[in-house]
């Protein structure tokens, strides 16, 4: 739990969870002067009844919001997460020349210069595919309706073009030969893995059915049809 407290419109406002305190420390130093729009505090959580009122909303609100920012928490310097993320941009350029048939497999790896599934790299791609959000069925709506999203953790900007393409690649690739392989080299987390970029993938591709719509044709429903390949959570 949190006991810090905000001034709003001239009134105290205590915040209720410890990783909204220090998302609002990151967001308000990295957009100085900027308003910023989060439910946990623009809604009253304690009353069911605006709760109610302001769902049918929620559409509307990301839809036309500037920018989306979706924060996946600190990012301990250090860890393998914090180690990963710089390498990214170099994977998916590996990644881009190498046969996806061949699947994730340490010789064919090796020969195509691309980091083996026990590196920094992919260890650290693991552990970010295990957070939360990318399970959450609920933050679908808040990483494609709004025009532009970008994605934090900690200091690390998350480049939307680069996951998603690194998921696009790595989805393609042979279950047997791919993300099989994974489960022993990856401490068995293959499935998480597998869901965490899945989302990513469909995200990216939502995005781009987003683009040749109206945003009033997009509804919620198509939305909860795009995530169903997922093991979501609420």
């Excluded at 990151?26 to 623009?42: E, K």
């Excluded at 250090?78 to 390498?87: I, M």
């Excluded at 693991?126 to 957070?131: A, T």
Aim: aromatic share 8%; charged share 25%; glycine share 6%.
């Amino acid at each position: 739990d949190s006991n810090a407290e905000l001034t709003i419109n001239n009134e105290k406002f205590k915040l209720q969870k410890k990783n909204l305190e220090i998302a609002l420390e990151y967001l308000i130093n990295r957009y100085p002067g900027q308003y910023l729009w989060t439910d946990a505090i623009c809604i009253k959580q304690n009353d069911d009844d605006e709760r109610v009122s302001q769902f049918p909303r929620m559409k509307e609100i990301y839809t036309k919001t500037d920018k989306c920012v979706v924060w996946l928490g600190e990012c301990p310097r250090g860890s393998r997460v914090d180690r990963a993320l710089p390498q990214l941009s170099g994977l998916l350029q590996r990644l881009q020349r190498y046969p996806p048939h061949l699947g994730i497999n340490e010789a064919s790896f090796r020969q195509y210069g691309i980091p083996v599934p026990t590196s920094d790299e992919w260890e650290g791609l693991g552990d970010l595919m295990e957070n939360e959000w990318f399970t959450r069925v609920w933050t679908f709506q808040e990483s494609v309706l709004p025009k532009t999203l970008e994605i934090l953790c900690g200091n690390h900007v998350i480049s939307t073009d680069h996951i998603g393409q690194l998921a696009g690649i790595i989805t393609a690739m042979p279950e047997s030969g791919g993300l099989q392989f994974m489960a022993d080299a990856v401490l068995n987390r293959t499935a998480k893995i597998k869901v965490g970029l899945t989302r990513v993938n469909t995200v990216a591709a939502s995005r781009r059915q987003r683009s040749d719509l109206i945003p009033t044709q997009y509804t919620f429903l198509d939305l909860v049809v795009n995530s169903t390949t997922w093991g979501v959570t609420k």
